[in-house]
């Protein structure tokens, strides 16, 4: 399982939810899912729709149970995560998810994408 997690700003579109999996795709193989915190789900289904992915929900508890590399002071914050994208796609990924790219940001700042894998069937939230 190879998902995308994401985290975004309020007022952020699906410019840049689609600009910043571009980053974090490039290179990479592609994605069977789409991550995203419960509370921001709309607009990833949108993009999901768009993609024809499936879309999973991740509850705040699982935000964080996984240790990310980045550390933002405002995810930290908001969240209690250092990535919103890299605990979103840890947790949705599943048991034994290792990222395959840190968090992208899109370039109007709005949205970042981290991609994580696994060789679960689906996730363990």
Same mark, same amino acid.
């Given at each position: 399982m190879i998902v995308a997690g994401f985290g975004f700003r309020t007022g952020a579109d699906i410019v840049a939810l689609s600009t910043a999996l571009a980053g974090?795709?490039?290179?990479?193989?592609?994605v069977t899912a789409l991550a995203a915190?419960?509370?921001?789900?709309?607009l990833v289904s949108?993009?999901?729709k768009t993609l024809g992915l499936r879309v999973i929900a991740v509850s705040p508890d699982a935000l964080q149970i996984p240790q990310t590399p980045? @550390? +933002?002071? !405002?995810?930290l914050g908001s969240r209690q995560t250092g990535s919103v994208a890299e605990a979103s796609a840890l947790a949705a990924?599943?048991?034994?998810?290792?990222?395959?790219?840190?968090?992208?940001?899109?370039?109007?700042?709005?949205?970042?994408?981290?991609?994580? @894998? +696994?060789? !679960?069937?689906?996730?363990a939230i």
């Open positions: 974090a795709q490039h290179g990479h193989p592609p915190p419960h509370d921001k789900l709309a949108d993009l999901a980045t @550390q +933002s002071i !405002a995810s990924a599943g048991s034994g998810a290792k990222l395959l790219t840190t968090r992208h940001i899109s370039p109007d700042r709005m949205a970042t994408c981290a991609i994580a @894998q +696994s060789d !679960a069937q689906g996730p």
